[in-house]
Structures are given as structure tokens and as C-alpha cells.
């Protein structure tokens, strides 16, 4: 199968195959052609260039991206989008002047997800949850992350991985699967944070990994939910179960967590809005990536990560939707490539680093996916006309997904 893209307008995230993620000014170097053609054979990039050294190229699919923007579609590294019905009622509360904390701390939030969820049949989960990932698909999104989270049982939480991977079977894009046990207490364990940490670690990670339907673990490492230390007890075990650290840090406190996913190899270290400098020192000091979630800025109205300053200290940041129903009920990476430029002041070209091959790297994905190179997957958008690429974040809200070609299949 055969795929040629000819006439685009602009080509943009072009990287040599072996580079696998982009730190500080590195975000902004990804190359760029104007007027050039792509082919991919089965679903592999097999050649790039200028229009002008085009020959004759027979194809099974022939696109025409004249005036349009080809780049690499984008590498959601952090959703919670299995979940059941929907909190906009704390939304009306927040509205009136409650904090995310505080809606916490009724026993909302999570909590209230939770409730729901135990509810919902597996059925129904995967049914709402197939919906929205085909529309962060339609919206230009071919790799997921989703995590569990808000069964905070044990069997609401392989309910939660079996319809991740019910996803992984049935849509065109890849799926990875994140065990969150640790997201809040659970309601059985009331007043006992002990007990529901040793029962995420002692029942919950074996039979996770017994099942083979989690690739990382994560823990809500914050004020107000899991400490540091019960942090690391997570993180130890899960990874005694080769389960890989990928956690929320600092989205409500400098709390530590930075210090504790880094201790632990945590592939990233999610949200960071409280981060600090000394937060990024150590980050400039490890493999950890730095992934910020503006959308949930956006919505919850926190501070926005200091993402700028991260690439000013030369970090790899990555930027994904954290989509869940409580801070950030969108999972639209177009609308979040808007946010980094004008809430995080990053360039049009650093912003989709950000979202595409930093953020295959914070899935540990991004040898074969997230750039234009030979020989990765033919992972791509295809806009629909616009002037120039910063034209893309700038009209934010526009629809301007004019195509998402997963394995070089147009969706
Ligand atoms: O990443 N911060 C923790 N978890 C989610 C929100 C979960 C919820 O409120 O349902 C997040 O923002
Ligand atoms: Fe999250």
C-alpha cells in the first residue's frame, strides 16, 4: 500500500530518524520543506523531499495538500478518558468560587467519578469512552495514553484496563495503558490512607500485572492526596512488577513529587503548575520529561506550567490533554498547541515538539513515531488551507484537522 502526499504546502517536523526527543532550543530546530511530497509504504515514511525531485510515483492513494500543513500527528502521552458521566455540576461550583481542593474535600471530584463508574457496565464505559477517542483521533491525535483512576477498587480498576484495552483492540490509533490506582482514596477506606496504599500495592499492582494490561504506574502525588513516601511504596512495588513510573507531580503543591519520580525513573513527571526552580534544576539533571497539561490550567483556572522556563534550562517538555472529566474535559492536542503558544509563550515550532515527539517520548514511543523521518510511521495531519504553520495555533478553536492518516491510512 502505497500512500502519496504531493503539493504540501509546508512540511513541518522533519528530524534525523535517531533523534528521539527535543531539550531546550532543540524544539525549535525541527526542519521544515515547502512545496514537497511524502510517501509512505505500508504505513511507513519511505521518502520526503521538494516537489521538484518528484518523478513519476505510482500510488494506491494520491493526496493533494496544496496551501495545507503536513505534520506529524499528535503523541497524547496523559488522558483519563474511560470515565462515566460527567461532573459539569462542579463546574457550576467552581464557577461560584470553589477550588479544585475543595471539591475534593466534599467528596466530589474523584470520588464522585468513582461512584459513577462503579455503576456503569463495561459496555457503556467503552461506548463513551470510544467516542471520545475518536474525536482526539478526528482532531489529529494517532497515540493515547489513558489511565485507570477512578474505579479505586480493585475491580473498577481492571474494569477501567479492560476497556483500555478493549480501545487498543479496536481503534486505528495506538493505545498505552497507565494502572492510577493511587488517584484518591478509595470510599472503602475512609480515613484509612495506609490501608488503601498497602492494598494498591499488595492486590492491586500484582493482579495489574498478572493480567499484562498496564504498561506504567502512576500515583496523584500531591497535597491533599498521596504523600512522597507513599509515592515511592507505589513506585517500588509497581516496579518489582515491571510496571515504569509515569506520575502527576506538583500540579497543587511543590509536594515533592518531582524529586520522588525522578528517584524512581519515572519515564515523566505530569502537570508540574507548582513547579519551582529547584523542581527544574533537578529535572535539568535527569531523564525524566516534563510533561504540562494546559487544558487543565485552562479550565481549573491555575497557574500554567513554566514551561519557557523549562526549555530556557534545556529540558525535553512534552504537552498532552490530561482529557478527564473533573479539570480538563477536553482532549482537543489543536487546542492545546493555542495554550502552549499563548499561555506558555512557546513558539509555533517548540509547542509541536512539544505535542509530538517529546510526547512519544514520554510513552517511551518516539523511535518510531512523533517526527517526519524515514523509516517512522506515517503518523500524520493533514490541515486544512491555511496561510502558514503558526497560523494553526493561532486561529485557535477553528476546525483545521482536515485529515488524521494513522500507519498511512487516511481516518
Ligand atoms: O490529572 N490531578 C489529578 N487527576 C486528574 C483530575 C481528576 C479528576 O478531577 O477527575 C488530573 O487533573
Ligand atoms: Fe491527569
Avoid at 475512609?190 to 499488595?202: A, I, M, P
Avoid at 500485572?209 to 504523600?227: K, M, P
Avoid at 481549573?300 to 529540558?315: D, H, K, V, Y
Avoid at 495531519?381 to 495555533?393: G, M, N
Wanted: aromatic share 6%; with cysteine; charged share 25%.
Amino acid at each position: 500500500m502505497r500512500l502519496l502526499i504531493k503539493n504540501i504546502g509546508t512540511l513541518a517536523g522533519i528530524l534525523p530518524a535517531d533523534v528521539l526527543c527535543l531539550r531546550g532550543s532543540e524544539m525549535n530546530s525541527a526542519e521544515q520543506l515547502h512545496n514537497a511530497y511524502l510517501v509512505a509504504e505500508d504505513g511507513i515514511i519511505a521518502r520526503y523531499g521538494s516537489m521538484e525531485e518528484l518523478g513519476e510515483e505510482e500510488a494506491d492513494e494520491v493526496v493533494d495538500a496544496e496551501g495545507r500543513v503536513v505534520f506529524p500527528a499528535f503523541c497524547d502521552s496523559h488522558s483519563h478518558i474511560v470515565y462515566a458521566g460527567s461532573r459539569e455540576g462542579e463546574f457550576r461550583d467552581k464557577i461560584a468560587g470553589m477550588t479544585y481542593e475543595e471539591v475534593a474535600a466534599r467528596g466530589g471530584g474523584i470520588l464522585n467519578s468513582a461512584d459513577r463508574l462503579a455503576e456503569a457496565s463495561e459496555e457503556e464505559l467503552y461506548e463513551a469512552a470510544a467516542k471520545r477517542a475518536w474525536r482526539m483521533i478526528r482532531s489529529g491525535a494517532a497515540t493515547l495514553e489513558i489511565k485507570s483512576g477512578y474505579g479505586l477498587t480493585l475491580e473498577s480498576e481492571l474494569k477501567m484496563l479492560r476497556v483500555a484495552r478493549r480501545l487498543q483492540q479496536t481503534l486505528p490509533a495506538t493505545i498505552k495503558a497507565t494502572f492510577l490506582g493511587a488517584h484518591a482514596v478509595g470510599r472503602a477506606f475512609k480515613g484509612r490512607q495506609s490501608d488503601y496504599v498497602r492494598h494498591v500495592c499488595e492486590d492491586m499492582i500484582p493482579a495489574v500485572a498478572e493480567q499484562g494490561i498496564a504498561e506504567f504506574v502512576d500515583v496523584f502525588c500531591d497535597r491533599g492526596f498521596f504523600t512522597p513516601e507513599e509515592t515511592a511504596e507505589i513506585l517500588e512495588r509497581g516496579k518489582r512488577y515491571g510496571l515504569r513510573p509515569k506520575i502527576h507531580a506538583n500540579e497543587l503543591a511543590s509536594s515533592g513529587g518531582v524529586q520522588v519520580g525522578i528517584r524512581y525513573g519515572a519515564l515523566s513527571v505530569d502537570h508540574l503548575e507548582e513547579a519551582n526552580e529547584q523542581d527544574v534544576k533537578d529535572l535539568a539533571a535527569s531523564d525524566t520529561i516534563p510533561t504540562v497539561l494546559p487544558g487543565a490550567s485552562f479550565f481549573s483556572n491555575l497557574p500554567f506550567a513554566p514551561a519557557r522556563a523549562m526549555i530556557e534550562a534545556g529540558l525535553p517538555v512534552a504537552i498532552a490533554s490530561d482529557c478527564n472529566p473533573g479539570s480538563s474535559p477536553s482532549g482537543n492536542m489543536m487546542f492545546l498547541w493555542s495554550l502552549g503558544c499563548i499561555k506558555m509563550r512557546l513558539t509555533p515550532e517548540e509547542a509541536l515538539s512539544a505535542l509530538t515527539i517529546n510526547g512519544a517520548a514520554a510513552l517511551g514511543l518516539s523511535a518510531d513515531r512523533g517526527a517526519i523521518s524515514v523509516g517512522r510511521r506515517a503518523d500524520l495531519v493533514v490541515s486544512k488551507p491555511v496561510p502558514s504553520l503558526a497560523y494553526l495555533p493561532y486561529s485557535f478553536g477553528e476546525e483545521l484537522v482536515e485529515h488524521t492518516i494513522i500507519g498511512g491510512k487516511i481516518i
